[in-house]
Every structure is written in structure tokens, then in C-alpha cells.
């Protein structure tokens, strides 16, 4: 069964700095999808990036990027010119590509709250 | 386009009794997944369904919890009887049927207090 690691409980930056959420999972599969889950307070999560396994490319999405790294199976997100919207609750994920029963279901990270400080 | 809607945001039960959530997913989903999120934690896949049908339901506690999915549409979630440690939110969530369908679009989620 895959496994997701977040090691940080909480995290907190200033606003327009730069801040890292680190992710460690766990998985025998070659392919699959990781993601980062943004959960505000009001709970409604809201999907941040994606990344595919076969792509060697981090993936970025404006001022959010991951730092892929397969062989270490680590999937940091990177947040940069942070905002006070960016404050929540952020999960990491992993997402088999096989098919099967497996198929579509989310393994979820425990999360990292992130403060952001004006 | 609308999002997925669930129903009720809150619910406040005493241990043993029952209670049902609700959720539409957006139009045209095929796949419909049901979470527990409890406090401090990730989400966990109870029940994942595709059109009207299991796919997947190895993490749900059938003693208590059921759930269906008339029609390949709406979905309720039941517990009966509730216990203490089911307190938590219950998300819902849907994606469609294509091959790479990366996202799962999430509700609001019900927040149960069993007291």
C-alpha cells in the first residue's frame, strides 16, 4: 500500500517570502500522480499542482512549483511571494495510474498548516 | 458549472444514534468518492463509486456506515449507530470518467459532532 509523509505539522513565513512543504511517500509503482491540496479554513480543498511520475519536468502553476524527486520519492512544493490567501491548511497526495479498484482513489499526507505573517 | 454539493454542513448526534449525509457531484461525473477527515488528520477514502456501482470500499466500516449511489447520481452516506470516533468531516468528491482525470473536485464537507 502507498504511504504519504508530510514532516511538518506547521510552517510558518512572511509575507512575499518564500516557503517549503516538504512530502515523502512511499510506492512500488512506477507510475502515478502526485498533487498538492490546498484546504482553507472554510474546508473546501482546492487542488494546487499536479504532477506526473513519467515527467522529468517539475511541474509549476504561477507562483507554486514542486521540486520533484523520484528516486528519493520526495514531492516538495515551493510557495513563492507568499500572501495572506496562501494561509491553509496544505496536503500532499499520491494517486496510483494503474487501473483496477485502486484507480482514482487519493492517498492523503497528514498535512502542514501554513501561517502567513503580514 | 456548478461544484459539488452536500448537505448538512454541520450535524450534532449523540453517540448511537443515526444520521445521513448527502452529496451531488457535478454533472456528467461518473466517479464519486466519499472521505473521512478527522481532526488534525488527511482524508481517508471510505467509499469510491463509479456511475452507480463499488469500486472501492475496503476502508469503510460496514457494521455502521453504508452508502449508495441511486442512479449513478446523488449519494447518501449513513451511519447507524454512530459512535464517539466517528466524529469528523465527511467530504464528497467527483471526477469524470476519462483516463486521466487528475482532479477530484471536492464539497464543502458535513462536520459530525458525536456527543
Known amino acids: 500500500a502507498q504511504t504519504v509523509t508530510q514532516s511538518q505539522p506547521e510552517m510558518s513565513v512572511q509575507e512575499a517570502e518564500t516557503v517549503t512543504l516538504s512530502c515523502t511517500y512511499d510506492?512500488?509503482?512506477?507510475?502515478?500522480?502526485l498533487f498538492w491540496y490546498k484546504q482553507p479554513p472554510s474546508r473546501q480543498m482546492i487542488l494546487v499542482i499536479r504532477q506526473e511520475a513519467y515527467k522529468q519536468q517539475n511541474a509549476t502553476e504561477n507562483r507554486f512549483s514542486v521540486n520533484f524527486q523520484k528516486a528519493a520519492k520526495s514531492f516538495s512544493l515551493k510557495i513563492s511571494d507568499s500572501q495572506l490567501g496562501d494561509a491553509a491548511m496544505y496536503f500532499c497526495?499520491?494517486?496510483?495510474?494503474?487501473?483496477?479498484?485502486?484507480?482514482?482513489?487519493?492517498?492523503f499526507g497528514q498535512g502542514t498548516i501554513l501561517t502567513v505573517h503580514p | 458549472e456548478a461544484g459539488v454539493a452536500q448537505s448538512p454542513r454541520y450535524k450534532i448526534i449523540e453517540k448511537r444514534q443515526s444520521v445521513a449525509f448527502w452529496c451531488n457531484p457535478i454533472s456528467g461525473h461518473a466517479t464519486l468518492y466519499w472521505y473521512q477527515q478527522i481532526l488534525g488528520q488527511g482524508p481517508k477514502l471510505l467509499i469510491q463509486?463509479?456511475?452507480?456501482?463499488?469500486?472501492?470500499d475496503s476502508q469503510l466500516p460496514k457494521d455502521r456506515f453504508s452508502a449508495e449511489r441511486l442512479k449513478g447520481v446523488d449519494s447518501t452516506l449513513k451511519i447507524q449507530p454512530a459512535k464517539l470516533e466517528d466524529s469528523a468531516v465527511y467530504l464528497c468528491?467527483?471526477?469524470?470518467?476519462?483516463?486521466?482525470?487528475?482532479?477530484?473536485?471536492f464539497g464543502p464537507g458535513t462536520r459530525l459532532t458525536v456527543t
Open positions: 497526495a499520491y494517486r496510483s495510474a494503474a487501473g483496477g479498484t485502486s484507480y482514482g482513489k487519493l492517498t
Open positions: 468528491a467527483s471526477s469524470s470518467q476519462t483516463l486521466h482525470a487528475y482532479e477530484q473536485y
Open positions: 510506492t512500488s509503482e512506477s507510475d502515478y500522480y
Open positions: 463509486f463509479q456511475n452507480n456501482g463499488v469500486v472501492d
